[in-house]
């Protein structure tokens, strides 16, 4: 099903209205899980600073930064790479109702993608889950703290590799995944949205 133009806009107006795109399952999901409307679209601006930059979601769940950071800003490219096939699939679902053509959803866990053909980063701390006593988003995968270990220390060298000038934003980080070389260059919601550089 797609919608005109001036319904698509309604999706955007408030985290409920967007949230209305899924399940109720999964909306119940959203405030500890999905990033707010107005989180993204403070990333989205940074992250894609000039057109047809590529732009991956390490763990896009149900898709909701790159859906709205990919209405905000046309002219980049948005990608998303989640493990759970129901939720790339919910994704999926949501994009076709929005009819966005600069969004793409992939299959896989990240360590699987060659972050070289990304220019930016967006990191709603997707391993957390893998830590004790937090909360996760079902039973459908492994979790564990040397997976927590593992991941950071993946994602730390992958992004120790990128050029000077790569983007990142995090979210509720513990900024273990993070290397010396991308410089904090502002900070918003208590600390817990930060936006960086690589020098």
Not at 41 to 55: D, G, H, R, W
Not at 96 to 101: A, M, N, S, T
Not at 170 to 196: G, R
Request: positive net charge; proline residues 4%; contains cysteine.
């Amino acid at each position: 099903m797609k919608t005109s133009k001036t319904n698509v806009e309604k999706w955007f107006t408030t985290d409920e209205q967007f949230n209305q795109l899924y399940p109720a399952p999964i909306r119940l999901l959203s405030q500890s899980h999905w990033t707010p409307l107005s989180v993204a679209k403070k990333s989205a601006i940074f992250l894609a600073p000039e057109s047809n930059v590529k732009i991956l979601d390490i763990g896009s769940g149900v898709g909701k930064f790159c859906l709205t950071a990919a209405k905000l800003k046309p002219n980049a490219f948005f990608y998303g790479v989640e493990q759970r096939k129901e939720l790339l699939a919910h994704a999926d679902k949501a994009k076709k109702i929005l009819d966005l053509k600069n969004v793409s959803f992939i299959s896989g866990n990240f360590t699987q993608l060659d972050l070289r053909d990304f220019d930016h980063f967006y990191f709603f701390n997707s391993f957390y889950e893998n830590l004790s006593g937090t909360s996760k988003i079902d039973n459908s995968i492994d979790y564990s703290s040397d997976l927590y270990n593992y991941y950071n220390r993946f994602l730390h060298i992958q992004l120790a590799q990128k050029p000077p000038g790569t983007r990142l934003v995090t979210y509720h980080s513990l900024e273990d995944e993070i290397p010396k070389a991308f410089q904090l260059v502002h900070a918003q919601l208590d600390n817990q949205l930060k936006y960086w550089i690589k020098i």
